[in-house]
């Protein structure tokens, strides 16, 4: 695959619509969208449910095709990449964070990491240091031998994020990542997901309806009715793009 002009974009999308078939009619959950995502940046889909922000994700990541339009991940057109080139990029270059924290019950925290690392190709005991270094990274190695469902709502999204960058992911896709938090675990997660962007150089996606979100991100695109109806300034304004 060729490499990005620009190496630091991530994500284009160029008037990128999707329309779902349903009992034999058309419904828009996407329209016309126009964007692009760098590295090292948090940038924020606000809206309520219903206004396409995780279809808009599922697009960015090659999970299901436009209707019309182009996606580019990391500089080549979707439709260009095989299945299984689609895969090794899903497993080492791009991951997702969800509210629901989709650990497995029946493994234990370091269990969860290390297979993610394993499924990446690295050997046994290389992916459970790997693993018992990334907790103690994000200081949770205390609970490495601890099972997901021993753990507070805010212990399993931490362990959710470590997973998530364990193969040094560019891209990550986080959808309501503190909706089933407390606010202090929803604000300390978004925190850490900026940290990952910035220090990280990250590209971060985070959708969400919560508006407290909007003073740590980059940039903030309101969505409804599947389009982008304006982008946020953070220092204060905004201009249209929708």
Same mark, same amino acid.
């Given at each position: 695959?060729?490499?990005?002009?620009?190496?630091? #974009?991530?994500?284009?999308?160029?008037?990128?619509?999707?329309?779902?078939?349903?009992?034999?009619?058309?419904?828009t959950?996407?329209?016309?969208?126009?964007?692009?995502?760098?590295?090292?940046?948090?940038?924020?889909?606000?809206?309520?449910?219903?206004?396409?922000?995780?279809?808009?994700?599922?697009?960015?990541?090659?999970?299901?095709?436009?209707?019309?339009? +182009?996606?580019?991940?990391f500089?080549?057109?979707?439709?260009?990449? +095989?299945?299984? /080139?689609?895969?090794?990029?899903?497993?080492?270059?791009?991951?997702? %964070?969800?509210?629901?924290?989709?650990?497995?019950?029946?493994?234990?925290?370091? /269990?969860? %990491?290390?297979l993610?690392?394993?499924?990446?190709?690295?050997?046994?005991? #290389?992916?459970?240091?790997?693993?018992?270094?990334l907790? @103690?990274?994000?200081?949770?190695?205390?609970?490495?031998?601890?099972?997901?469902?021993?753990? +507070?709502?805010?212990e399993?999204?931490?362990? &959710?994020i470590? @997973?998530?960058?364990?193969?040094?992911?560019?891209?990550?896709? &986080?959808?309501?990542? +503190?909706?089933?938090?407390?606010?202090s675990?929803?604000l300390?997660? %978004?925190m850490?997901?900026?940290?990952l962007?910035?220090?990280?150089?990250?590209?971060?996606?985070? &959708?969400?309806h919560?508006?407290r979100?909007? #003073?740590? &991100?980059?940039?903030?695109?309101?969505?409804?009715?599947?389009? %982008?109806?304006?982008?946020?300034?953070?220092?204060?304004?905004?201009?249209?793009?929708?």
């Open positions: 695959m060729n490499q990005p002009e620009n190496r630091s #974009e991530i994500v284009r999308l160029e008037n990128v619509s999707k329309v779902f078939g349903v009992n034999g009619h058309g419904m959950a996407v329209q016309a969208v126009t964007l692009s995502l760098s590295a090292g940046e948090l940038v924020l889909l606000l809206g309520p449910s219903g206004s396409g922000k995780t279809t808009l994700l599922t697009l960015m990541a090659g999970l299901i095709e436009p209707s019309e339009g +182009s996606v580019s991940l500089g080549d057109d979707v439709g260009e990449y +095989s299945e299984e /080139e689609l895969q090794r990029l899903r497993a080492r270059r791009l991951r997702f %964070i969800f509210q629901n924290f989709l650990l497995i019950e029946s493994l234990s925290v370091l /269990e969860n %990491i290390t993610v690392l394993r499924f990446a190709g690295k050997e046994a005991g #290389e992916a459970r240091l790997a693993a018992r270094n907790l @103690r990274q994000f200081d949770i190695d205390r609970l490495a031998d601890r099972y997901p469902a021993k753990l +507070s709502q805010g399993k999204q931490r362990v &959710a470590a @997973r998530a960058i364990a193969n040094g992911a560019e891209l990550i896709i &986080a959808d309501e990542p +503190s909706a089933s938090l407390e606010l675990q929803g300390e997660i %978004i850490l997901l900026r940290s962007a910035k220090e990280g150089n990250r590209c971060v996606v985070v &959708a969400s919560d508006l979100l909007v #003073e740590f &991100a980059d940039r903030v695109f309101r969505m409804r009715d599947g389009a %982008i109806d304006e982008e946020v300034r953070v220092s204060g304004h905004a201009t249209r793009s929708g």
